[in-house]
């Protein structure tokens, strides 16, 4: 096996050539969640990601592993308490 030295902070750089409206939605998500236009590209690849099933969703397994009855999520704190 090869091992891969991590770059400087472990990021690569791409060059992408972008519509102007995607640039648009991408300001604009940045500017919601207060990060920047990079974080965003890097958040949106990772959700495409586990999506498209390139990547393996940590928590995939949890989804449906707990049987709940009526108004569970509502009493949340009762089911796990008590």
């Known amino acids: ?23 648009k939605i991408i300001e604009n998500i940045a500017k919601v969640r207060n990060v920047s236009e990079s974080e965003v590209v890097r958040q949106a690849i990772r959700e495409f990601g586990v999506k498209e099933g390139a990547v393996k969703d940590p928590f995939g397994k949890l989804i449906g592993s707990v049987k709940a009855g009526k108004n569970q999520a509502t009493n949340h704190d009762k089911v796990i308490y008590e």
């Open 1 to 23: 096996m090869k091992v891969i030295k991590p770059e400087s902070k472990g990021k690569v750089r791409k060059l992408f050539h972008l519509e102007p409206h995607d640039t």
